[in-house]
């Protein structure tokens, strides 16, 4: 193979995984939108005493 070659080839397989990486990112981030848009219903662990999560006697 000629160093032309290798360039190419080399070149075509970065592209392949920045592509690869930059689906990554966008995944997480839709992700994350997706849980933060509901996250008004959401009840969390924030060190407050909720009755309705405690058990019933």
């Not at 160093?3 to 981030?29: C, H, M, P, Q, S």
């Amino acid at each position: 193979m000629t160093d032309d070659e290798i360039r190419k080839i080399r070149k075509k397989n970065n592209v392949i995984l920045g592509v690869i990486l930059v689906a990554f990112v966008v995944l997480v981030f839709s992700i994350t939108v997706a849980k933060m848009m509901g996250g008004a219903t959401m009840e969390a662990y924030d060190h407050v005493r909720r009755p309705q999560l405690e058990e019933i006697k």
